[in-house]
């Protein structure tokens, strides 16, 4: 069933607090949905920002309403109890409005201020609550925002959608980036480093193309060879649209990964270890970088290679190899 309009439920809100005595608003809520029989997919339905429910948003709103309008009030925290003005509305209106409510003072100050122009407020004119409204308001700008950037995007030179999107990377956190020369840059539009050494990388390239086109597998392609490194990630950005058979190449590919593993020996495991802690220690790393590593390592729960290569055959994963190996740190390679 739809979730009712925040006024639709204001009968249903009054009815819950009928019998005169102090309900709590969890129990009041319970009421409503057994009148509207919502099911929990129902209750489950999120507002576009996805961080809070349609119908926790809308019965707050119906809360908030009868109590300014003097219909309820709330004689401890989360409790409600309805009032002698409640009840008379209940009993002598089969179906209770916004235009009800209207005929209460303290209601049509709220919703409409305190200006007292005469105008109705938006917020009560049309079925939504104020956080729906401004939530369709806000989709509605942003849509305008991405049609004004994309045609920006399409009358500024290409190098300017590079620019933007590795400076986008970096707003994002995903380290310091670097635009690559075009005379020299066989492909890749730009470099992340994510690491202050510089060792774990990102590279990508920024396609701008006509929104009615598509990128192919082949551009994936030729992307993935002009990529100098097999052990790092490619990030393909364009403001077209990706084909089939382009989703299905990114979907597949290599697998690489390089991690620390346990050498299986508690011993071992006790030498390596410090045997890493010293070399940090001559790295020229400070000591707070050093106790941060330290700190992160302690969440760390690390298996063996043959774990690990055992784990990624289960997963689906065919050709897994260690191509690398020295003391903990190893190279696991797959294909899927």
Partial sequence: MPIPKYFQMYNSFLRSLSDGQKHAFSDTKNQVIRDFNLSEADLAELLPSGRQSVFTNR?????????KAGLIESPSRAHFIITDAGKRIL????????????????????VDGEAGDGQVSPSVQNDETPQETLERVYGELNNVLKDELLTRIHQSPSEFFERFVVRLMEKMGYGRGEVTQRTRDAGID??????????????IQAKRKDLNTTVGRPDLQRFWGAIPERNTRG??????????????FAEGGLFVNYDQFCAGQAVLDDWFDSYWESQLAGSGLTEHDIALWKERRKLDRECSVEEETAMLCKSGFKSVKCVYSYQKFS??????
């Fill in 59 to 67: 019965i707050g709103w119906c809360r908030t309403y009868l109590k």
């Fill in 190 to 203: 730009g470099i992340m480093y994510q690491d202050k050494l510089g060792f774990d990388r990102i590279y």
């Fill in 235 to 248: 990030l393909f950005v364009t403001t077209a649209k990706f084909s089939p058979d382009a989703k299905q």
């Fill in 331 to 336: 190279v696991i390679i797959a294909i899927k």
């Fill in 91 to 110: 009993d002598t209106v089969d179906e209770i409005t916004n235009d009800t409510l209207r005929q209460f003072p303290s209601f049509v100050e709220f």
